[in-house]
């Protein structure tokens, strides 16, 4: 039944089956609602994840999450600001592992909707006193994805490293740095570390997938060494 619910297109479709069904007056008011994708072979459950995030959110007014498909759940917020504030305090993981939000209307099937990014806090380490700046630390996230400037730009300093605040492709590996010049004869590489990173595979530097999982390690059938590993925590 699902096959044929995907070749619809295609069918030669009988008179009965081409008379149209006007839905346009049926469709469920949605305000904010936030779809959340759970990168986890396990089954996710509802009640755990409510009960979970109810005191990480500390939403002003209520939510209610409701089952999607495919680890994906949606989460109806009664007031808009908590919906942003979910959003905004990304990344989220559950048992460890990445869970990724994004608005939903509605608009589009459940199991259509693609999660491709987060947005972590990066540190970057190893930068010379001298580039120790807002603008050089902004250079550097803009090579990773798109940058979040915070209000508060005293949020970018830590001190010996600095911060930045960018939205990553998870389909990719993490980026574990960059190497940077200063002048013709300077030039270094800077190393990153992502706060609140949730499981990563140490074989291959996706998020999406534990190092059991990870094909490299299967393909492998266990001859994979701990030392032949490219990333680490």
């Not at 109810?54 to 908590?82: Q, S, Y």
């Not at 960018?166 to 300077?186: A, F």
Request: overall charge neutral.
């Amino acid at each position: 039944m699902e096959d044929l619910t995907n070749r619809w297109r295609s069918l030669s479709l009988t008179e009965e089956e081409e008379t149209r069904v006007d839905l346009t007056k049926e469709k469920k008011k949605i305000g904010a609602m936030l779809a959340a994708k759970f990168f986890t072979q396990r089954s996710v459950s509802i009640e755990a994840v409510a009960k979970t995030f109810r005191p990480l959110w500390r939403t002003r007014g209520n939510f209610e999450v409701c089952e999607g498909k495919d680890n994906i759940l949606l989460i109806d917020f009664e007031m808009e600001a908590n919906a942003e504030k979910v959003i905004q305090g990304q990344p989220w993981a559950f048992d460890r592992h990445l869970m990724v939000v994004q608005r939903y209307d509605g608009t589009v099937p459940v199991q259509n909707l693609v999660f491709r990014s987060t947005t972590f806090w990066i540190q970057i380490h190893n930068l010379p006193f001298q580039l120790l700046t807002i603008e050089a630390a902004l250079s550097i996230g803009e090579t990773i994805g798109k940058v979040s400037r915070p209000k508060d730009l005293g949020e970018m300093r830590g001190g010996n490293f600095m911060r930045v605040r960018v939205e990553v492709d998870i389909t990719k590996p993490l980026c574990r740095g960059k190497k940077i010049s200063w002048d013709e004869k300077g030039d270094g590489w800077v190393a990153f570390m992502y706060e609140r990173l949730p499981n990563i595979c140490y074989w291959c530097g996706l998020v999406l997938h534990n190092d059991k999982d990870c094909i490299q390690w299967l393909n492998s059938r266990g001859t994979l060494q701990t030392d032949d590993q490219q990333f680490g925590p």
